[in-house]
């Protein structure tokens, strides 16, 4: 088991920038993908980004790339996502997720642990 625990969201202009932190705790965090996904209002959850066990490989979205980069610290295990250039059309709940797998992993449906989620509110 793994418990996830997301932490840094807020209301912040556009332009603006956010880091995002995800806490683990339980089993060996650096044994696991790990993911960014965010889901809007009547959306369906969509990937952000996401990294290998080791934080060396790195996948991004399209609509964020240049913009977010996703980092992991596997001596805190702990996982972030900064995030500059806000938009309005980032706005949506964040959530960090843990792959049992130590490459990338884009399917959603691939995913075993899930955190709680932050939110994210960009105004324009």
């Known amino acids: 088991q793994v418990q996830l625990v997301e932490s840094g969201g807020g209301l912040v202009q556009a332009g603006a920038s956010l880091r995002l932190s995800c806490a683990a705790s339980?089993?060996?965090?650096?044994?696991?993908?790990m993911g960014w996904f965010r889901q809007a209002p009547g959306k369906e959850r969509e990937l952000v980004a996401a990294t290998s066990w080791s934080g060396a490989t790195t996948y991004y979205a399209g609509f964020v790339k240049g913009r977010f980069i996703i980092s992991r610290d596997n001596a805190k295990n702990t996982v972030y996502l900064q995030m500059n250039s806000l938009r309005p059309e980032d706005t949506a709940v964040y959530y960090c997720?843990?792959?049992?797998?130590?490459?990338?992993?884009?399917?959603?449906?691939?995913?075993?642990?899930w955190g709680q989620g932050t939110q994210v509110t960009v105004s324009s």
């Open positions: 339980g089993r060996t965090f650096s044994s696991y993908a």
């Open positions: 997720a843990a792959a049992d797998d130590r490459g990338i992993v884009t399917a959603l449906g691939r995913y075993n642990y």
